[in-house]
């Protein structure tokens, strides 16, 4: 990277810096290279480390820097698609599905996945039974970039193999292919700006609290609600895509 005059640049001097070496990421740089350090880019563009901080910290934000621990700051990869579109209807896990199955557990939806799911109660105390829980992870260049809580009812899943044979990522894996065995009628899918819990946190290496997008599915089969999806994605790493116009995108 080759220095340049900032002194006569009209906007703050760490705003076009950010412009200058997000074009030398893209011309000199591979995805997962390490840039060198602060001291070495600060005499390399003549400016102060504190503006060089700046410009470095804007550039994280957009998702083109990524700071590792024990690493360094590395050029990010490609911000990760998510297809908003309901054009395509197709289940999770089926055809080129780039999600991992980790984990299934039984527990009883959060409020707001109830009121979109068709569960029965309990007789004896009124409490709404509870769903499968089908745990995934979504990554990219060996990162993290996703995680999903799919919400399956026992109704939506009759043919499964009775439970305490499998257990983990096989029932999970279950899970998924008796959905696929049912007739996809429709999906619908609201998006909105969220704060990382507790768990994605950990699971997406960012801190409680981060901004994520939060991506609701809910599939329709048979006239009910037969599972919802709540994925939450790194807004730093994704981008969101619509149906057929696959380079409209709304950068977090």
């Known amino acids: 990277m080759g220095t340049t005059q900032l002194e006569s ?21 591979e995805v997962g290279e390490i840039l060198p350090n602060e001291r070495e880019l600060a005499a390399r563009f003549g400016v102060a480390r504190a503006t060089l901080r700046q410009a470095l910290e ?45 984990d299934c557990a039984s527990a009883v939806p959060p409020a707001a996945v109830l009121r979109l799911l068709d569960t029965d109660t309990d007789p004896a105390t009124g409490a709404a039974r509870p769903v499968h829980v089908v745990r995934r992870l979504r990554a990219t260049h060996g990162q993290a970039v996703a995680a999903e809580q799919l919400y399956v ?20 894996r279950g899970v998924l292919r008796e959905l696929e065995q049912l007739p996809l009628e429709g999906q619908d899918r609201a998006v909105e700006l969220g704060s ?17 997008l939060v991506v609701t599915t809910r599939y329709l089969s048979g006239g009910r609600t037969a599972a919802v999806s709540v994925a939450t994605y790194r ?16 950068a977090s």
């Open 153 to 172: 009812p026992l109704a939506s899943v009759p043919g499964l193999v009775a439970p305490g044979t499998l257990a983990g990522p096989a029932l999970a």
């Open 235 to 250: 807004a730093d790493t994704c981008r969101l895509t619509f149906g057929d116009v696959g380079d409209l995108q709304i």
């Open 9 to 29: 640049v009209p906007e703050p001097k760490y705003w076009h810096l950010k412009t200058v070496i997000g074009e030398a990421l893209d011309s000199e740089f």
């Open 58 to 102: 804007q550039l994280e934000l957009e998702g083109r820097l990524q700071r590792r621990r024990g690493v360094g700051t590395t050029v990010a990869p490609p911000r990760v698609g998510v297809d908003v579109s309901t054009v395509q209807h197709r289940w999770p896990g089926a055809g080129e599905d780039s999600w991992q199955a980790v």
């Open 196 to 212: 990382a819990r507790a768990d994605d946190a950990k699971e997406l290496d960012r801190l409680p609290g981060a901004p994520v």
